[in-house]
């Protein structure tokens, strides 16, 4: 079936999807489903009978439409008769979540007396439209990302920081390996040099589809290579139960760029890690050496 109901959604494959959800009646029929099929744990589907009458739908014709509507992008048929696609499921999930709800804004609150991210200086994090900042006092973030209201209810700012530094991890990982946190298409990486009196070097992805997904210190682009997770092991520190920011990976002194190439130094217990990135952030050479022969190196 095609056609428009006077919304403007159509029910062709090339039907926008936001028109497509842009309907009351739509709305509750992806909401029943989510409720008979996921909630309920049944995953035959649900009966036609079942999800008119939770949708709360009596004519038979209007139901039909709507339902055809959401046909092949957000319902599918099942076993036992209709159950949400992977894109329905997400929908569904993000209104049960509650997750363009506004919230109050959260004052800094200090959660580090002490990081080498801002030379030594403390670390404040925040909480303002739906992003969580990690930031030195009166100062721009250094980290930044969102958290959805609802997973920010019932966690202080200092779980919130646990989050964020997670978060961040998997998305820098993901974008790494050539992959949108979001939407999965290919971002573009590059490691770039911020201007300033103290440049700092930055790794910074941007998706084709989404825009740009973040813009790190380049030292959390390898926080979790396994070159720096065995030299810190080596030297009794366990990477991944720090947060980002509490580890000396940073610093503009420690950086050098050559050309497409970039060379970050990662000094610990009189040792040096070097680290070559190519353009992309990607680690392509990594060596460890006494810091005086590295000295002499740079």
């Known amino acids: ?161 646990d989050v964020m530094s997670a978060q961040l991890v998997t998305a820098v990982e993901r974008a790494q390996r050539g992959v949108c946190p979001y939407c999965h298409a290919l971002p573009e990486r590059s490691v770039e040099r911020s201007p300033g009196e103290e440049p700092r070097h930055r790794f910074v992805a941007d998706c084709p589809e989404c825009g740009p997904l973040f813009e790190v210190p380049v030292g959390a682009a390898v926080a979790r290579h396994p070159a720096v997770v065995s030299f810190y092991w080596a030297r009794g520190v366990d990477v991944r139960k720090r947060r980002l920011w509490n580890l000396d990976v940073y610093g503009g002194h420690a950086v050098e760029k050559h050309g497409e190439r970039t060379r970050l130094r990662i000094d610990r217990d009189r040792a040096a890690l070097t680290l070559v990135l190519d353009e992309d952030g990607q680690v392509v050479d990594s060596t460890v050496e006494d810091v005086e022969t590295a000295q002499r190196r740079q």
């Open 1 to 161: 079936m095609t056609g428009s109901d006077g919304d403007g959604a159509t029910a062709g494959p090339d039907a926008d999807p936001f028109s497509v959800l842009g309907n009351e009646t739509r709305l509750r029929i992806v909401d029943a489903l989510y409720e008979q099929t996921v909630a309920a744990d049944s995953r035959d589907g649900c009966s036609y009978s079942r999800l008119k009458g939770a949708a709360g739908v009596r004519d038979n014709g209007n139901f039909n439409y709507h339902l055809d509507v959401l046909r092949d992008r957000f319902v599918e048929k099942a076993d036992e008769g209709y159950r949400l696609s992977f894109a329905g499921f997400e929908i569904a999930k993000s209104l049960r979540a509650g997750a363009w709800q506004g919230h109050e804004p959260r004052e800094p609150v200090e959660i580090e007396a002490s990081s080498p991210l801002v030379d030594g200086r403390p670390l404040y994090a925040s909480y303002e439209e739906s992003l969580v900042r990690v930031h030195a006092a009166d100062e721009e973030p250094v980290f930044q990302i969102a958290v959805r209201p609802s997973g920010a209810a019932y966690r202080d700012l200092h779980d919130l920081a």
